[in-house]
């Protein structure tokens, strides 16, 4: 009996070691490599995930006068790991704070983070239009235009760089968007160039290219999703050193201080339940689906979820009330109040209208664009949020019969932030 008890704890600690030695996330492009049909993409509530990998403990101070190029003098490392662990491509930077005047921080581009400005800023609103995918937008900064007329949307892109990135193939410059009934049509100086940029955030990269959250004291990363193209999402390994440089304190030989570690990123939630469609809800006939339901929809693979979706079928209309959730466990940012996420922007003034916003990019059905009551979404203190969207059932597939089932396109835009703080202990050596 004893031996068997030891023999279960052997086992239990082993299971524990080896789950502690595990990759850091989860290693998907092995579990989908052969088989990629059944693998859940879309599932989950992670998006940039990071870690710091072996934090210091313990920085020692030993002379008043180690220069700031001491390999050795007064200093530690950070490592980090981040990894993007949703769907969605993202763009975004990690920060180190908490270390005050008498500390210098070295990026791991090896520039030390310094006071900024604030740059000129851009503008990002959607508003509520006729109902066609692209209802109503407004971009204005410098290199980058995006707005919406009666003939369709003018985009004028800067795709390069995230084409050396990414390797898409985007062309860059203006590119014009419109509907023509059988999806978008996006062109550029010549008819006919098709592309689809809805998946995995293309759409919203492009847009959001004129943030830059180096400029104001973030190490940047472009990190693929773990979607279909790219099984297991990319990952990015970032060192910061920090350097203490003099005026130690006095009456004391050792303290302790916190610090800070944060993500900040840009991400597109991707939503694609099934809908049922029936131009005639009130006839007899047996069909293959009945509207007038709830579906309770769980995660995306992203930290914004739909977690509930109703719909209602008017005879005329099938209406559609979305519910939107913060489930991970981070921040909400509005797309273009990124850059203060920040710990180093100069101005620290938080509104009502820097946080807490989701964007719906685009909703569709079939190649037509639902009229959406808002495309701006506050969340609550609950971190929930609500939409009502409408489907003209004039301009559902009649061909098909009676009623039928169609997945909904839809993209949500927002910016994230996730944080963990740690704590460095300073002694004095010498």
Known sequence: MVNNRVILVFLLSSVL???????????KAARCADDLVNCNFYTGSEGVEFRLQNP????????????????????????????NRGASETYGATFLTGFGSNFRIIRPDGTEISKRGVLDSCTFNIGVGDGSIFSSFAIRCEGLDFQRSDWGTTFNARFSTLNDIFGWNLPDG?????????????TLGL???????YYHGKILLGMISHINLDYYGGAEFWLRGDNPEYPGGEEDFQTYTVQMLGNWPAGTDRYTMN???KSCYAYTTFVSPLVC????????DDKVCRTNQAVNMGTQGAPVAVTRMEQYNTGRTLELIFTVRNVGGGQVWEIGSLERCS?????????SGHKNIIYVGYAEIGGVGLRCDRREIRLNERGEGTFRCTYNLADSDTLVGSAYEAPIRMELWY?????ITRSLEIMRAS
């Open 17 to 27: 070691f080896l789950a502690g030695c595990m990759p850091f996330g989860t290693d």
């Open 56 to 83: 210091p403990r313990t920085l020692y101070f030993h002379s008043y006068d180690a220069h700031p190029t001491d390999p050795v003098g007064n200093r530690v490392d950070f490592d980090i790991r981040v990894a």
């Open 174 to 186: 203006q590119i014009r968007i419109f509907d023509d009934g059988d999806g978008l049509d996006f």
């Open 191 to 197: 008819e006919g160039m098709r592309l689809d940029l």
């Open 259 to 261: 610090y800070q570690v």
């Open 277 to 284: 469609v029936d131009p005639s809800p009130y006839s007899g």
């Open 343 to 351: 710990p180093y922007y100069p101005d620290t003034r938080i509104t």
């Open 415 to 419: 910016g994230y932030e996730k944080s």
